[in-house]
């Protein structure tokens, strides 16, 4: 079964950068994306982009340019997602989720289980 | 960017009624693009739905999803208790990638 584990919850300070890992098992880690997802306190979910596990081909959400950066190890099936010049706003829970592709489908599955990270003075 | 507007916020109902959640697009969505998720509180979010009326693996039939264009409906038929969460809706057509802000299904 594909499975995704992250990494721990941070604190960090304003500026600061913080980097989320994502391990997956279960899959061929090469056959499919990884998107990461964030969550704000009591809110919806926002996606931040994703990243071709294959190719390394990334598409970031315009709002995050220039601030995020996604990769993905090939030999340790791990991604990562760096945010930098980090804001209170910033301050959630970050997702990792496989970005599936079949034929004319799409879909986020599985999730990891998510990291909090706090952004704080 | 395509905003996805979902309705109502919250739905309150007894265990053993139907739900029906709307998602509405700010324009067309192809149905293969449109997906739908289940949160419960703490919890990551848990694909239900994929090409708007796809069951994803392991979930029960009582779970439908339907819709073509701009509007699409998620109908849970008979609520079990396990079923209150927050739902929401989602679009794969054009980036950025988007989510609606959630419908609430809350024990009435």
């Known amino acids: 079964q594909p499975h995704l584990v992250q990494s721990g919850a941070e604190v960090k300070k304003p500026g600061a950068s913080m980097k989320v890992s994502c391990k997956a098992s279960?899959?061929?880690?090469?056959?499919?994306?990884i998107s990461w997802v964030r969550q704000a306190p009591g809110q919806g979910l926002e996606w931040m982009g994703w990243?071709?596990?294959?190719?390394?081909?990334?598409n970031y959400a315009q709002k995050f340019q220039g601030r995020v950066t996604m990769t993905a190890d090939t030999s340790t099936n791990t991604a990562y997602m760096e945010l930098r010049s980090l804001r209170s706003d910033d301050t959630a829970t970050y997702y990792c989720?496989?970005?599936?592709?079949?034929?004319?489908?799409?879909?986020?599955?599985?999730w990891g289980q998510g990291t909090q990270v706090t952004v704080s003075s | 960017d395509i905003v996805l507007t979902q309705s109502p916020d919250t739905l309150s109902l007894s265990p053993g009624e139907r739900a029906t959640l709307s998602c509405r697009a700010s324009?067309?969505?192809?149905?293969?693009?449109l997906a739908w998720y289940q949160q419960k509180p703490g919890q990551a979010p848990r694909l239900l739905i994929y090409?708007?009326?796809s069951r994803a693996a392991g979930i029960p039939d009582r779970f439908s999803g339907s819709g073509s264009g701009t509007d699409f409906t998620l109908t849970i038929t008979r609520l079990e208790p396990e079923d209150f969460a927050v739902y929401y809706c989602?679009?794969?057509?054009?980036?950025?990638?988007?989510f609606g802000r959630g419908t609430k299904v809350e024990i009435k």
């Open positions: 990243i071709s596990v294959y190719n390394g081909y990334t």
């Open positions: 324009q067309t969505v192809s149905s293969s693009y």
């Open positions: 090409s708007a009326s």
């Open positions: 279960g899959y061929m880690f090469t056959s499919d994306g």
């Open positions: 989720t496989r970005y599936g592709v079949d034929y004319f489908s799409r879909w986020f599955d599985p």
């Open positions: 989602q679009q794969f057509g054009n980036s950025p990638w988007t």
